[in-house]
Structure formats: C-alpha cells, structure tokens
C-alpha cells in the first residue's frame, strides 16, 4: 500500500465526483436540462436510474444520485439525435469502422429503420410497416424456436411481462436475457441452497451489521451509493472485509459527495482488511477462512457456531465440515493466493460480528466455478445462522437497474411449470413447456444455424456477449435482426440479411398513453418493487415506449393467435398490465395499490424469515472440491474489469481515474514482479492470446500499466477483453460466461 499506488492517491467520491458529474452534465446536458433530469432521479415520484439495482433509502436526498449515475442519465438525454438523414449518410459499413465509444455517442434514435436485404444502408419506415415486416419474417420461420427473444436489463416489469408473453405466445421459450451473462451464477446457486434465487438483505440491514463481507464486486465504479451505506456503517463501528483481486479505492477510502468538508481529507477507510485473492481463488479462500472459523469453534466449543440453527435449519454440515477439515492449509495458501494468517485475520473478523452481511458481484459469479463460490459464501454465512435475521444475510448486488425485475416477472428461458400454469389460466392459451435457449445458447444456435431470428429488447448484444467475433458473425448469419434501442450501438451493425430498429422511449422521458401518463416498475438487488417516471419530452414524437412496441408486435405477430390478451388495452394502460401479474406472479397481489406507495413495496421471499422453499425445508452445506485454476508456465489468468467511465458496455470515456488510467482502454493490467518476469515495463504493447481446450484466440496492442494485482493474474477491461472468452467457457451450473477468468500468455507486439 504506497501512496503512489492509485487506491490510495485519494478517496473515491469526493470532490472528483462532484468535479466530473458536474462537467459531464453541463457538456452532455447544459446546466437547465441537467437541474431538471438530475432533481428527479431516484426520488419517489422521479424515474429509476436507469444505471445499476442499487436500493433507494427511504429518506431521499435532493440529489440522489451518483457520478456514474449522472453519466448514465446524461447519456440517455443527450440533445444529439440520430436521424433518417444520418443513415443516409453512413452505410452500415462505414459505421462498422468506427469505435464502440462513437457509436454511442451519435445520440438518440429517432424513428423506425429497416435495413432491406441485400442492402448497406438502414432507411426509415413507418411503425406499421415495421410491424408488418417483422411478422412477416418471423412467420417466414420453421419453427417458432429459431426465434430468439433478448432481453436487457434496463426493461421494465411491465414491458418485460408482455415481451415474455409475446414470446410464448409465439411459442417459444427462447428467452436469453442479461441475467444470463451476469448474475445467473447466484440465481443458480442461490436456489439450490437457500430455495430462492435473490439476495435476503435490505438497505436497512446495512444499518445494523456488525460486519460487511464486499467480495469480487468493485462499488466505488459498479455499485456508488453502496459507499455511503459502507460509510454509514464504518462510522457506527461496523467492520468491512474487501475480498478482490485488485485493490480498488472504492474499497480502501471514500469521502461523501454532498459532505464538502470531509473532500479536502481523506475520506473514510472502507476495508479494515483487504484480501487480494489469486484470480479464480475464491473457493479456496472461502474455505479457508471457514477453516479458521471451525478452528475457533475447536478452541472455544459451542461458542462460535450456531448449533441451533445448524442443527434445526440446515442440512449438510457435517459433509461440508469433513471436506473442510481435509483441506490442508498449504493447498489453501497456494490455490487462493492468500496467507493463512490473513485468512485467520477474516475469520477473526467474522466471528466478532454478530451480523454479517456477505455482497458479492461478477468477482463471484464469472468463473467456471462461479455456482460454487456463490455457495461458499453461503456456507460461510450459515455457520454462525448470518441469514434471515437482521443485520444478515446474503446479498447478490445487481449491475443493472431491472435485471432482476425482468426474471421476476417471467424472463427465463427455463420457466417453472406453476408460472406457466398461470400465464395458460390467465391468458387461455398453452405456453410452451420445452426449456428455451439461454444467451450462450443463443449464440452458438445462431453460429449454428438453428436460430435465425434476433429479437433485442434494449442492450447491446453483440458486444456484452462472450467471444465478440463469433457472436457478431453469429447475428449477421440470421435471416431476421430486430433491436429495440434508445441509442445507435454495434448491436445494430451485427445485422441480419433483413433488419430492423425500432427506437423506444428511454427511462428518462415522458411515457403518455391513451389512458394518460404512464408510470413502470422495476426491482432492485435487494427486491424492492417501486414506481419509475420519466419527466423529459421524448427524445422524438415518433418514438414509442417498450410496452407500445412488445404490444404492437405481438397483434401483428400473432394476429389474435396465441393468448387472449388485450395487447392494445394493454399499452393504453400499464396498469391493466400490472393487474395481469398480480394473478400470474407470486407476491405481487394488490400490485397497483401497493406500487403507488411512496417507495413501493418489498417482494418478500421466504428465506428472509428462515423458511427455506428448499427439498427439506432447510438451507443447506454444500460441498465443492477446489477448482483448478492454475495455469501453464508463463501464462496468467485473466480477469476483465470496468473501468470508472462506463457502465456495463456503454464507454462515457476513455479515462479510470480511480485506477489511475488515462485516455485508453486497450490496456493489460500486471503486477510489477509479474512485468519483471516478463521482461517488459509499462507502457509496452502485448498482444494477449487466451487459451482454451486447444483453441487460442489473439488480441494485439494492448499496453501494459503495472497495477497492484497477485502474481500471475492481470486484467483488461470488459467488453474489450471479451473476444478472449470462447462462448463455450462457462459456469458449470449457471452457463455464465467466464468473463472473470481466462488463461492467456502475452506476446511483444510486433
Ligand atoms: S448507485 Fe447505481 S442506481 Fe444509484 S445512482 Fe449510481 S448508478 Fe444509479
């Protein structure tokens, strides 16, 4: 830890927050439109950040909202539009040439394109057209499972219920979603151990924990407002752990945005112990520290565990404490890249806290063993009974404002006999019962041959997906693209022989149908289901919000085939739409009435209160041999990051001040003796090939920046790092892609 070490040059927030919020926001917005957006995000009566699921507490800032926030807002409302006219100017071809980053920042699509077969230019159509286009190519297919139907997580409950109704209707269930590329790994894990998919904690939790676990997950750029709530609780004397593999300076020191006094200083320290685990070390580490923790137990019997609860609501432990007492420390030390004082250091740490609240991010969920770290985590949680009380508990933290929202409602491509039970009664009609394809299921359909329709709800498929090249030859060789989009992105020039944009309203904007204005819902991480209303005029008069457009291509689709549903009714009020789940989904009983409540309501799930919808009713220990994550000789194991400038695959620019990176991106992040041994030195240009069951895959000129990281591990940014990751290498369980985990070696560029 030095002072030239960018975790440590200064705190995150602060007075660069406020500095870079209030210049991206006058440039991208002017100051008028930037008081007006930024007055009404996240309030109750205001729209969602459409940026990460972080919860909203209940007393409300006047500005409440973070840097990383504003950018995503200010991203959104740009003024600039892409319009008919600059289609005409640009040939797909020539918009390929251009970077991810300019494509973005072209501005807010503004009506309907068709890209005809054949030809290199998108040009406009009307709505009707458009629909009658779409229907006629998706009829034109063999089979209603060579249609694909992607989902972002930005879409609402409202939209993302029809869009799944759509679909079904259609007759498929081949509904991949973000969720799939993300956090898939915690659904699954969760599941299986706990009988419910979703995070226990609240933002109240926070309040009372005696100890809070951050592991693999980056707040300070990925989560913000996280900060204040690891602030609040390091100033009541609660204690932080940070598990990562880089140290981040959101996890070492943090001063409030809105406490001008306390940017001068340095902040508050986050991390009173920071574990920087080898990549993909993880389990290891987890056990260890559970190692530590039953050593305490031996030391002190019955006064560490909580045999209570472990005799009356889990199962398992007992398999799970054999497995564990053969681990042998070394063989812990050596795969999790951490000393066992340091993880006795954590058990300590967790044996003084009463509560204990675990999060966790792709750090986690990424890795071929990313099902097994999620249960880990949850073994270690159990010991001590840190679930389903308060100050404890599990809590999976969500990248993207609705990705969980949209699984909530029906957004899976594996749905459970009782949801479609449900939809068949409400809507009169037999959903398809044959599992669908996920998003890595997607891609290799595509590539295939066996899908050749792409329907995108929102997102940017082509570039968040795993192995960039085949995805993106993947789309191109379907017969049909569709995507449904605020702005202009890659997605959009990875185009099927007969392609289709259909601009949307953006969570910003005024939504105003034929029963009035119109308000959506959305779930955060900690499953909170509240009202989003935009304020700003749309982008375009000819713009139709996400329910118009799943409503109007299913009356065109489906031409009164499929479920009797009232699509038009429907998008003239959403909140007919909301009644519709309250009878389909569980928990959402009296929806209207509740959601109208300041805040919205809690989707509360068993777990919270101990009754685990497990086999046998209770959580259970589950036992996970270490992963091999070594690597050959010479080569290092990659993990992709974010940087401080982005969210998601959105890049606001090529700055990462909090890592100390400046005006690129195609950097490899490596540690100063990992540099030494490969006799090269900062500022150097690798080209970075990753290997998998035989096969390699190059990307060339990145520039290497020393970084604090563990030898033999390095990193480079996501989505640029992702054509290294083949779409066949995923976690066993959940079919996340290994995003967070690559073996590569490196090579001088020529
Ligand atoms: S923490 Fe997440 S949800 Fe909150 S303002 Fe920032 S990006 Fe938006």
């Not at 042998?328 to 030390?333: A, I, P």
């Amino acid at each position: 830890m030095s002072r030239d070490d960018p975790a440590d040059r200064a705190a995150a927030g602060g007075l660069g927050a406020v500095a870079s919020t209030l210049v991206r926001s006058a440039r991208d917005l002017g100051v008028v439109r930037s008081l007006e957006v930024l007055s009404t995000v996240n309030q109750t009566r205001g729209f969602d950040c459409p940026g990460c699921a972080w919860p909203d507490p209940d007393v409300r800032a006047a500005t409440e909202f973070c840097e990383n926030g504003a950018k995503a807002v200010a991203h959104e409302a740009t003024p600039k539009r892409v319009t008919a006219d600059f289609f005409a100017d640009w040939s797909i071809s020539a918009l390929r040439e251009q970077s991810d980053y300019w494509l973005e920042q072209q501005g807010r699509l503004t009506e309907p394109m068709r890209r005809a077969p054949g030809s290199d230019h998108y040009e406009p159509v009307s709505w009707d057209e458009a629909f009658a286009g779409i229907a006629r190519g998706l009829r034109a297919l063999d089979s209603p499972d060579e249609a694909l139907f992607y989902t972002s997580g930005r879409t609402s409950n409202e939209a993302a219920f029809l869009y799944q109704l759509f679909a079904r209707g259609f007759g498929t269930n081949n509904l991949p979603d973000c969720s799939n590329l993300c956090h898939e790994s915690s659904g699954v894990g969760l599941g299986e151990v706990i009988g419910v998919g979703k995070g226990t904690v609240s933002l109240e939790d926070f309040e009372i924990a005696d100890a809070i676990f951050v592991i693999g997950q980056n707040p300070g750029t990925n989560h913000p407002r996280m900060l204040s709530a690891l602030q609040a609780a390091k100033r009541r004397g609660a204690r932080i752990v940070a598990i990562n593999p880089l140290r981040e300076r959101g996890l070492v020191r943090f001063a409030h945005p809105q406490e001008p006094l306390s940017w001068l200083g340095r902040g508050t320290e986050i991390a009173d112990l920071y574990l920087q685990v080898r990549v993909g070390g993880d389990v290891a580490l987890l056990q260890g520290i559970a190692k530590a923790v039953l050593e305490a137990e031996a030391r002190r019997p019955g006064r560490v565990l909580d045999h209570a609860f472990l005799a009356g609501r889990t199962t398992g432990f007992e398999a799970w404490r054999a497995h564990v007492a053969e681990q042998g420390w070394e063989g812990l030390e050596t795969a999790s890249g951490v000393d066992r004082g340091v993880m006795r250091a954590a058990a300590a740490e967790y044996v003084a806290a009463d509560r204990v609240i675990a999060c966790w991010a792709m750090g986690i969920t990424q890795h071929r063993n990313g099902v097994a770290n999620v249960q880990e985590i949850v073994n270690l949680l159990l010991l001590r009974g840190n679930i389903g009380v308060p100050g404890a508990g599990p809590c999976p933290v969500r990248g993207h404002s609705n990705v969980q929202g949209d699984r909530t409602v029906g957004i899976t491509e594996k749905p459970a006999a009782a949801f479609l039970d449900r939809l068949d009664r409400e809507f009169a009609f037999a959903a398809p019962r044959d599992a669908g394809l996920d998003a890595v299921g997607a891609i290799c359909a595509m590539r295939d041959g066996h899908a050749k329709a792409f329907v995108g709800l929102g997102g940017n498929f082509a570039v968040a997906s795993p192995d960039s090249e085949v995805t993106a030859q993947a789309l191109a060789r379907c017969d049909l693209t569709v995507q449904i989009s605020t702005k202009l992105n890659r997605s959009h020039l990875c185009c099927g022989r007969e392609a289709w944009i259909l601009p949307c309203l953006g969570r910003t904007e005024r939504d105003v149908q034929a029963s009035g204005p119109q308000f959506v819902t959305v779930e955060n991480s900690m499953s909170v289901v509240h009202r989003s209303e935009g304020r700003l005029d749309p982008a375009a008069g000819s713009l139709r919000s996400e329910v118009a457009i799943v409503a109007g291509l299913a009356e065109a689709v489906l031409g009164g085939d499929g479920p009797a549903a009232p699509w038009s009714l429907f998008a003239s009020d959403y909140a007919r739409i909301r009644d519709a789940i309250s009878r389909v989904v569980p928990g959402f009983d009296d929806y209207e009435a509740r959601v109208r409540k300041p805040g919205g309501f809690v989707l509360h799930s068993g777990a919270r209160q101990r009754r685990f919808e497990t086999p046998d009713g209770r959580a259970r220990f589950t036992v996970h041999p270490l992963p091999e994550t070594g690597v050959a000789p010479g080569r290092f194991r990659l993990t992709t990051i974010r940087s401080h400038d982005q969210f998601n695959t959105t890049i606001y620019g090529h700055d990462d001040r909090y890592r100390g990176i400046a005006g690129d991106r195609r950097v490899l992040l490596l540690g100063a003796r990992d540099l030494e041994e490969v006799g090269m030195r900062a500022g150097d240009r690798v080209d970075v090939t990753s290997h998998h069951e035989g096969e390699t895959r190059t990307l060339r000129g990145f520039r290497l920046v020393e970084y604090d990281l563990p030898r033999g591990c390095a990193a480079a940014y996501f989505p640029e790092a992702n054509a290294l990751v083949p779409v066949d290498s995923f976690a066993e369980g959940s079919r996340t892609p290994t995003y967070k985990s690559v073996e590569v070696s490196l090579a001088a560029s020529a």
